[in-house]
Nanobody
Framework: QVQLVESGGGLVQAGGSLTLSCAASGRTLSRYAMGWFRQAPGKEREFVTAISWSRITGYADSVKGRFTISRDNAKNMVYLQMNSLKPDDTAVYYC???????????????????WGQGTQVTVSS
């Protein structure tokens, strides 16, 4: 079992930056793909970004050039650096882990086996 805990969310003005962290315990993440998803009120959960165990990354078009995912396997941590934030980025952000698809950076939430509880990000205009 893998336990994931997100942190770093908060309230920020449009144009600002935040860095989210995802701490894993229970297993080493070195062979897992890690993803970030988000869910805004009244909307479906959507893919934001993911990184494979070999650091292949994928991004949703809406965040390309603004968000950066990274991982530190030694610390069992995954990060999401978010720059140039927009009100549309307001959502609960979830960290997810996949061993089955560890070699890829899947955008499908169904490919991920473990999820954190989420952290709220609110961007004011």
């Amino acid at each position: 079992q893998v336990q994931l805990v997100e942190s770093g969310g908060g309230l920020v003005q449009a144009g600002g930056s935040l860095t989210l962290s995802c701490a894993a315990s229970g297993r080493t993440l070195s062979r897992y793909a890690m993803g970030w998803f988000r869910q805004a009120p009244g909307k479906e959960r959507e893919f934001v970004t993911a990184i494979s165990w070999s650091r292949i990354t994928g991004y949703a078009d809406s965040v390309k050039g603004r968000f950066t995912i990274s991982r530190d396997n030694a610390k069992n941590m995954v990060y999401l650096q978010m720059n140039s934030l927009k009100p549309d980025d307001t959502a609960v952000y979830y960290c997810a882990a996949s061993l089955r698809y560890g070699s890829g950076s899947s955008a499908s939430q169904y490919d991920y086996d473990y999820w954190g509880q989420g952290t709220q990000v609110t961007v004011s205009s």
